[in-house]
């Protein structure tokens, strides 16, 4: 069974920019989509951005596009997500996710087999 593991999340200040990483424990794996997503308290898990893992080509969310930088790097089996000049509203729980089979989905959570615990980003002004 695949895991993800997150790291990066914390305490940092507006406008700063932050790096959150996963991976997989326990054994390599090759999904065909990985993604991040977040959530606050009382809303529903909002999707941030997904790529394509072997071609590389990348979504973002509409209100997002700009701030956010999702990559990966193969040979390490680690995916990122890049937040550029941080706001307060950015304070949320990020989870990395991935998905093994093709789909036309990758916005929508249910879409991915596997998820990381959640990484909490804390944004102070």
């Known amino acids: 069974q695949v895991q993800l593991v997150e790291s990066g999340g914390g305490l940092v200040q507006a406008g700063d920019s932050l790096r959150l990483s996963c991976a997989p424990s326990?054994?390599?794996?090759?999904?065909?989509?990985i993604a991040w997503f977040r959530q606050t308290p009382g809303k529903e898990r909002e999707f941030v951005a997904a790529?394509?893992?072997?071609?590389?080509?990348?979504y973002y969310s509409d209100s997002e596009k700009g701030r956010f930088t999702i990559s990966r790097d193969s040979a390490k089996n680690t995916m990122y997500l890049q937040i550029w000049s941080l706001k307060r509203e950015d304070t949320a729980v990020y989870y990395c996710?991935?998905?093994?089979?093709?789909?036309?989905?990758?916005?929508?959570?249910?879409?991915?087999?596997?998820w990381g615990q959640g990484t909490q980003v804390t944004v102070s002004s």
């Open positions: 326990g054994r390599t794996f090759s999904p065909n989509y």
């Open positions: 996710a991935a998905r093994l089979g093709v789909t036309d989905n990758y916005r929508l959570p249910a879409t991915y087999n596997y």
């Open positions: 790529m394509a893992w072997k071609t590389g080509r990348t």
